[in-house]
């Protein structure tokens, strides 16, 4: 894996979007391009034209490389310090905190210590990389303000999978190691079960594990989410599990490239998640993010007719 260093020039900025999802009103990252390559990942879509990739005269699609800013910590003190109206930071939006190449550096701790050591601000910690663990001093120095989430993307029978999926991110039993942990630390959690693949976490059983997983680290909100089915996110997880010979996972990603299997399958999503979450916890902590857009008619009534939990974008 390259790493290339960009320097970028926002530090804390307010995220309408991610205020509309109720996870948080401002977003750090700390680079462009994220060393974890899960194959799904929408950022190369939604920054492919930015002239950073340009410059490197590279394709935010190519993978073998991540791009980060060292200075992003600077930036965020400068506006830790200097911001009135305080709020949730999520850390990060588009890329990863503890992601290889921002673990050399230290950008997730010096980010978390730059927002923290400023009153009225909260994190909301969003990785899949363990590393985090290594900072459980600083987030439980400040335990009241920080919300850790690592995002649990499958069952533990599926792990191989999703090794194939998230090449470069922790496994998902030290994933869930360490959200256990935090419990036992009295962290506190959130559940982040996105994105919930067809074929590899989208049946009954595999949610009802995930949501009693949830409940057992004590998390305090639900949050959950389909596929996002925009850019080139579905073909290349295809592509990847079937070159691992994951063939029958990889049909069933390629299914949901036609619009009426994915609508079909996030309305089936929603309501095995509203089941589950009813069952074991507390409808009033689903978040399912849902951008209607793409929803076949019929499933979008049925959507509507029960939208307990569900967050629309
Ligand atoms: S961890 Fe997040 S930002 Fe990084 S590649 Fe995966 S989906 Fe993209």
Aim: aromatic share 6%.
């Amino acid at each position: 894996m390259k790493t290339y260093t960009y320097q970028m020039k926002t530090g804390i900025v307010r995220t309408p979007e991610f205020e509309r999802k109720g996870l948080a009103t401002h977003g750090v990252n700390v680079g462009l391009k994220c060393g974890h390559e899960c194959t799904y990942c929408s950022t190369p879509t939604m920054i492919r034209a930015h002239k950073a990739f340009k410059n490197l005269g590279l394709s935010a699609f190519n993978t073998g490389y991540a791009v980060i800013d060292t200075d992003t910590p600077r930036r965020v003190a400068r506006d830790a310090r200097h911001t009135k109206n305080r709020g949730i930071v999520q850390l990060c939006t588009i890329s990863d905190a503890w992601s290889p190449e921002a673990q050399e550096y230290n950008l997730g701790h010096k980010c978390l210590e730059a927002i923290l050591s400023e009153p009225g601000w909260m994190v909301r910690v969003l990785t899949k990389n363990t590393a985090v663990e290594k900072d459980f001093d600083v987030i439980s120095k400040y335990r009241d303000r920080v919300l850790l989430g690592l995002s649990i993307t499958a069952t533990l029978d599926k792990a191989g999978i999703i090794s194939i999926t998230e090449p470069n991110a922790s496994p998902i039993p030290e994933r869930l190691r360490v959200m256990q942990k935090a419990k036992a630390e009295g962290l506190r959690t959130y559940a982040m079960l996105c994105p919930l693949l067809p074929g590899i976490a989208d049946s009954p059983e595999q949610i009802e594990e995930l949501v009693k997983t949830a409940v057992d680290f004590d998390a305090e909100e639900i949050f959950a989410e389909a596929v996002n089915p925009r850019g080139r996110g579905l073909i290349l997880t295809q592509q990847a599990l079937e070159r691992a010979g994951f063939h029958n996972e990889a049909k069933a990603v390629e299914a949901i490239r036609s619009q009426v299997n994915w609508s079909q399958y996030v309305a089936r999503l929603i309501s095995n998640l509203q089941q589950s979450v009813r069952k074991h916890s507390d409808i009033k902590k689903l978040r399912f993010l849902l951008y209607p857009k793409g929803l076949e008619v019929c499933d979008l009534e049925v959507i509507k007719q029960d939208d307990a939990g569900v967050v629309w974008l």
